[in-house]
């Protein structure tokens, strides 16, 4: 509050609290207005009822009724609370409960409440389900932090369509100006190496899939890829090395993508020179060449099939890909 008029210079400053504003005696001009206050004032109505006077501003950005009675079972728990911290209750719940469905930690979760009232600033709640904004928050944790969680995860856990949460999460993180790091295929190899029941080999088949991933990714393998599609075709080949006779069907039920997206994958492999070594020359050599872009080849071909010519003529084989710095 001040303590010197601004106008005149006085420091006879009057303060009235229950106009919230602040008057300089000496010129009449008045310093502030609608100031917010500490303290908390009451009126007797005429019915013998007491009510607040003013609004009462909480440190979330809620707010009570101005006027609202306190007579009853509201004076037992002092101010009544407003729609939204009862929203903001309820959503700790809910998030709590799905958070522990996907053992994620506290943080994850208490991080994914702080997203959800930012979302509730913005707006993003209104029109959507709050199962769907929950997981949006969550789901935005997972990927900030790295965790091995899919959105299929998300999608069997609440039986909700998987395309849904992905376009909630999508708008809350270009609202509230997120931009996630891009998902390291890495993150899933033990989780879907566990599940194509290798037994004791289950570790060595998990690090030789991860080198593959690795090798994927130096060759670009990776960009615009899902990461489960990657993690099918590195587990597939990282079996097989290992004398474990799986198919691309058990890869595909595990990853839970289609065939076809297996092989695609397994087709872009196919094309690096990595490919060309053998089973020891793979796990012992690293080779500084690196592959173009499968989509760089595709369109490549594309345009000598226009053209009339034999892309296997004028393509150059997996050997032959010229080193890049």
């Known amino acids: ?40 004032s009451f009126q007797e109505q005429s019915t013998g009822a007491s009510s607040v006077v003013g609004q009462f501003v909480s440190s979330e950005g809620g707010s009570f009724r101005s006027g609202s009675s306190l007579q009853g079972s509201n004076l037992h728990h002092g101010l009544g609370k407003d729609s939204r911290d009862v929203t903001l209750q309820q959503a700790k719940r809910r998030l709590n409960a799905l958070g522990s469905m996907l053992k994620l930690g506290q943080y994850c979760i208490d991080t994914a409440f702080n997203f959800f009232k930012l979302a509730l ?5 209104r029109g959507r389900k709050s199962s769907v904004i929950d997981t949006a928050c969550l789901y935005l944790v997972c990927r900030s932090e790295g965790t091995p969680h899919l959105l299929l995860d998300f999608s069997d856990v609440l039986q909700i369509n998987v395309y849904a949460l992905g376009r909630a999460y999508l708008k809350l993180a270009d609202k509230l100006h997120i931009n996630p790091p891009a998902i390291d295929p890495c993150l899933y190899i033990h989780r879907f190496a566990h599940k194509l029941e290798l037994g004791k080999a289950t570790h060595e088949v998990s690090m030789t899939a991860m080198r593959l991933v690795a ?13 489960a599609g990657l993690c099918g075709a590195a587990l597939l080949v990282a079996a097989r090395m290992h004398n474990f006779n799986r198919t691309v069907k058990d890869v595909a039920k595990v990853v839970r993508l289609s065939e076809g997206t297996i092989r695609k994958r397994l087709g872009d492999f196919k094309d690096t020179a990595s490919s060309q070594l053998t ?9 500084d060449q690196e592959h173009d ?17 034999d892309d296997s003529e004028a393509l150059p084989s997996a050997a032959e890909q010229p080193a890049k710095d």
């Not at 006879?12 to 009449?28: L, M, P, Q, W």
């Not at 600033?121 to 709640?125: I, W, Y």
């Open 121 to 125: 600033q913005q707006n993003l709640t």
């Open 293 to 309: 872009p499968p989509c760089f080849l595709e369109s490549k071909r594309k345009k000598l099939k226009q053209d009339g010519v």
């Open 279 to 287: 089973i020891e020359e793979f796990l012992k050599i690293d080779l």
């Open 1 to 40: 509050m001040p303590t010197v008029c601004s106008n005149c210079g006085g420091t006879d400053i009057e303060h009235d609290h229950a106009r919230g504003d602040s008057v300089c005696t000496n010129c009449g001009s008045v310093l502030e207005d609608n100031i917010i206050v500490s303290e908390v």
């Open 215 to 227: 090798r994927m990714k130096r060759d670009w393998i990776h960009h615009g890829r899902r990461p």
